[in-house]
């Protein structure tokens, strides 16, 4: 059974020389900071960035996040980061794939989990907000469920 689809978004990234080790392979960790450019793009598409989240009232905390490297990505590579949310009333849950921009070919496979936290008691949302609800279906390629 495939997952429900909410909206995609990609975002390009030239891997930079600081990011690579000494092979010129991007190191595992800086995969964690490609993913957060991407969702940061994301979130800002919808006008619901960070800033905005806290202006709700809302932080939003990774709280799970898994990855499958398959290729190593390389200094000077354009990669593209395909984002596909596919949980949005009781999180924010995103699965990824980085590709080779020219190629297409797969390199990385991840998701990521953030949930909403009242900045007022500290007390985790079992049920997104309202305002997420309403920022994420502004997004062009929004498919309800």
């Not at 999180?91 to 590709?99: A, E, K, N, Q, T």
């Not at 936290?117 to 007390?123: I, K, P």
Request: aromatic letters at 12%; glycine letters at 4%.
């Amino acid at each position: 059974m495939s997952k429900h689809v909410y909206c995609r978004h990609s975002h390009e990234i030239d891997v930079p020389f600081f990011d690579v080790d000494p092979m010129h392979i991007v190191w595992h960790g800086n995969y964690v900071k490609y993913l957060e450019v991407a969702r940061c793009a994301f979130l800002s598409s919808i006008g619901y960035d960070y800033n905005e989240m806290g202006r709700q009232g809302f932080s939003w905390p990774i709280v799970q996040m898994n990855f499958k490297y398959i290729k190593p990505a390389v200094f000077g590579q354009k990669i593209r980061v395909e984002l596909a949310v596919v949980e949005i009333e009781s999180c924010l849950r995103i699965d990824y794939v980085i590709v080779d921009a020219q190629s297409g070919v797969k390199l990385t496979k991840a998701s990521t989990t953030q949930a909403a936290v009242s900045l007022v008691d500290g007390e985790l949302q079992f049920q997104t907000p309202p305002s997420w609800l309403e920022a994420v279906k502004r997004h062009p390629t929004f498919q309800a469920v």
